[in-house]
């Protein structure tokens, strides 16, 4: 183990994304904080009926965000990154301009579209009228939130991780969080959920000024970018982020809200979100390690990319194993944080750590497969555990509701991320695993 270490500190390439990954190690823990402490006020003020609800229409209009951003999260950061490597500024700005135009575009019919059918979704799909105001509510936060996810990436890809973490990690968290108790006080659910809306849009403003003022240091004519390539660029990758970014997180808890009450999926809500603190590390550093990828691929230095790969994975294990403990050992009164009756949701976090600490033992598996050019294969590697996460959810939350949803996500998560594993190996010769 000490030699291990001594080599990550050796290592240039580990060097640099380590110092990327303290940055952005301290302030993930911000966001981590801030979010579990606005999930928690959310349980504490709305209890876990009116919890349900806010969680249901935020899986819907999350998805929904995914939809709208068209697959342009991984292109933006790779041809940003790609650009900035060769100090092409006019093309950094041009591949952006051409990404937020056509995210603008559809995540707002994306937006008018749930808009238009929440009454029916509530109705028909949930069996939960009292849904249709709250998701209506919920789903003027899909553009803001497309754009300000975007701003976040392309801020990656300059290597500008304090803005990128402010924008993508902290930012909306810190501001419902400050609106979130006058306006719940004021309008309940739809209070709290009109706070989370309108945070999406101060962030996504942030984020364009930070952008902008990246860009003035730029003098250069803006190069225009294919729209033909960009789309071509996405496609590949749409389905994957839909599948990784919409369906793998939010299938569970939009399936459990049409067979179970709103009060079983309040508390699945709180415990998925709980068993997210295993990987906010892994989220840190791909922050970092993601650009640093496509530059090793990009110069051929395979060595110093299956190196980068195996370190960061063991420096992310290490460092999330504590948390997992806590999870594993003490997930009943975790819970109890959100109230007595969330409590019961400790077998539920349980099982939802395990999955993710695979997730983290695998590292940036996924990253590496699409920042080396292979996102065709990662996309039927995703496609084959979206349909088994699909399918053990059916059979599963019938059965026993939100601890079947718990089991069906960590055995998804755990397959899609050993798949990714094999593939990184497969495709490019690279032991990416914690353990190799």
């Known amino acids: 183990m000490k030699e291990k270490l001594f080599r990550i500190r050796a290592d240039e390439h580990m060097r640099e994304v380590v110092r990327g990954a303290v940055l952005a190690f301290a302030l993930k823990v911000i966001g981590a904080g801030l979010t579990f402490g606005l999930n928690v006020s959310l349980a504490r003020l709305l209890g876990v009926e009116d919890t349900g609800l806010y969680f249901l229409a935020l899986s819907v209009t999350a998805i929904g965000s995914v939809i709208g951003r068209v697959g342009l999260d991984n292109v933006l950061l790779r041809f940003v990154a790609t650009y900035a490597t060769h100090q092409n500024w006019s093309g950094v700005q041009g591949v952006y301009a051409q990404g937020m135009r056509m995210a603008l575009l559809v995540s707002a019919a994306v937006m008018l579209t749930v808009f238009v059918a929440a009454p029916w979704l509530a109705s028909a799909i949930f069996n939960k009228a009292e849904l249709t105001d709250p998701l209506r509510l919920m789903c003027l936060s899909i553009l803001p939130s497309s754009l300000l996810n975007l701003q976040a ?17 902290i930012g909306v968290s810190l501001f419902a969080l400050l609106l979130l108790y006058p306006l719940s006080q004021f309008a309940g659910v739809n209070g709290a959920v009109l706070a989370y809306a309108v945070s999406t849009i101060l962030v996504a403003l942030v984020g364009a000024w930070a952008l902008h003022r990246t860009f003035c240091g730029y003098e250069v004519d803006r190069k225009h970018f294919s729209l033909r390539l960009l789309w071509a660029s996405c496609k590949p990758l ?25 009060a079983e999926v309040g508390v699945y809500g709180a415990a998925s979100r709980v068993a997210m603190l295993v990987t906010f590390l892994l989220v840190a550093v791909n922050n970092v390690v993601a650009p640093k990828f496509a530059e090793l691929y990009i110069k051929g230095d395979m060595e110093a990319l299956g190196q980068t790969a195996r370190r960061t994975a063991l420096m992310i294990t290490l460092l999330a194993s504590p948390i997992f403990m806590a999870l594993i ?25 395990v999955g993710q600490l695979v997730n983290v033992m695998t590292g940036s598996v996924g990253y ?37 949803a718990a089991m069906a996500t960590s055995v998804a998560v755990a ?22």
């Open 329 to 353: 050992f003490g997930g009943s009164w975790i819970m109890g944080f959100f109230g007595v009756e969330f409590e019961q949701g400790g077998l539920m976090l349980m099982i939802l750590a």
């Open 238 to 262: 749409l389905l994957v982020a839909v599948m990784n970014r919409a369906i793998l997180p939010w299938a569970p808890l939009f399936i459990l809200g049409i067979w179970a009450t709103s």
């Open 415 to 436: 397959a899609n991320n050993l798949g990714a594993v094999w593939l990184v190996w497969r495709k490019l010769g690279i032991k990416a695993i914690v353990l190799s």
């Open 153 to 169: 990436e392309s801020l990656k890809g300059l290597k500008r991780v304090r803005d990128a973490m402010l924008v993508q990690g």
């Open 368 to 404: 590496l497969l699409m920042m080396s050019g292979n996102e065709i294969s990662f996309q039927k590697l995703t496609m084959v555990t979206t349909l088994l996460l699909l399918a053990l959810t059916t059979i599963f939350v019938p059965l026993w509701g939100g601890v079947g």
